[in-house]
């Protein structure tokens, strides 16, 4: 954990970089991640052709042999940029475990190594008397105060240098700066994070050749049959009943239209009566409640007065 500043007089201190030290060493490394992210174009047995990662062939050239793996988690390795002719600019040949499809994205995790700006200021005060937190707020706040206390140090008779009266004080920092003077933070559009839009992979229907099926046992053959486009034989044909058949199938229909009748009016009736027997329900619902409510009252008055009787005779003894 990296802290800017960290005196005795601060009254707050705010983490400024968190990381994991490998190694105590004078010339230390710091890097950063980096993902860089592209999506396959052509696609073989093992190998593929991705695009969109790198942006030239001498990039490709740096990450040769590099680890790169899909969101599916089937991992692969860069190969070699590709020909002309079979692809645009920083597009490259990669192996994989598996064959991967369309519609997977390839990622490669790497490090970045970060240049950190180095500062030398020789400090010969730095033995002096550090100076107080109300002319550190003052420092940090206001510059004219500043110039007024170097006055002062000027028209002083003892003729001791300002920095032995008022202590060492470092070069503010950018932060300190910005609170100061009021500025806002700059905002680079391209590191803020964006919503990530997928749409929903669709997978194609398993379709068995005929030749497979055929070999299959009965059991594994599949059973679903599409929807028929021409009528049957039995849709086809004509019927032509008989005088006796027009009688009885007359007689069905009369019977059954009867039969759904009674079972329509029997239908209302248990319609009413479950309503009927609802609101009876809730009525003797209320009333037991009621009924409850009045016994555990006269119940919580009887107990009040037996403790209220309990209560005296306690105090006349």
Not at 211 to 240: W, Y
Not at 271 to 280: E, G, N, S
Request: hydrophobic letters at 35%; a positive charge.
């Amino acid at each position: 954990i990296a802290f800017q500043r960290l005196h005795s007089t601060q009254a707050s201190f705010r983490v400024c970089a968190t990381g994991v030290l490998r190694e105590i060493d004078q010339s230390v490394k710091m890097v950063k991640k980096l993902k860089l992210v592209g999506t396959p174009y052509k696609i073989f047995k093992n190998t593929a052709f991705v695009k969109g990662m790198f942006t030239s062939k001498l990039e490709i050239a740096r990450f040769e042999g590099a680890a790169i793996r899909t969101v599916s988690g089937i991992r692969g390795q860069v190969k070699k940029a590709i020909k002309p002719g079979q692809g645009g600019e920083g597009c490259f040949r990669a192996g994989f475990e598996d064959k991967i499809l369309l519609s997977d994205i390839v990622f490669l995790r790497a490090w970045v190594k970060v240049d950190v700006p180095q500062y030398y200021n020789p400090v010969q005060t730095l033995l002096a008397a550090r100076p107080s937190k109300k002319l550190e707020i003052t420092q940090l706040e206001d510059e004219e105060n500043q110039d007024e206390v170097g006055t002062k140090g000027k028209d002083d008779k003892s003729g001791a240098p300002e920095e032995e009266k008022v202590g060492w004080a470092g070069m503010r920092s950018v932060a300190e700066l910005r609170r100061a003077e009021g500025l806002a933070i700059p905002v680079n559009k391209d590191s803020l994070y964006k919503p990530i839009v997928r749409t929903p992979k669709v997978f194609n229907p398993l379709r068995v050749p005929k030749a497979i099926q055929a070999a299959l046992p009965f059991k594994s053959k599949p059973k679903d049959l599409g929807k028929r486009t021409t009528q049957s034989l039995e849709q086809k044909r004509a019927v032509v009943l008989e005088p006796e058949e027009k009688k009885a199938v007359t007689l069905i229909q009369q019977l059954n239209t009867i039969r759904h009748a009674k079972a329509r009016t029997r239908q209302d009736q248990q319609a009413k009566r479950r309503v009927l027997h609802q609101k009876k329900k809730v009525k003797e619902a209320g009333d037991r409640m009621e009924h409850t409510k009045e016994a555990r009252k006269k119940r919580y008055i009887l107990k009040g007065q037996e403790e209220k009787h309990a209560k005296k005779r306690r105090t006349a003894d």
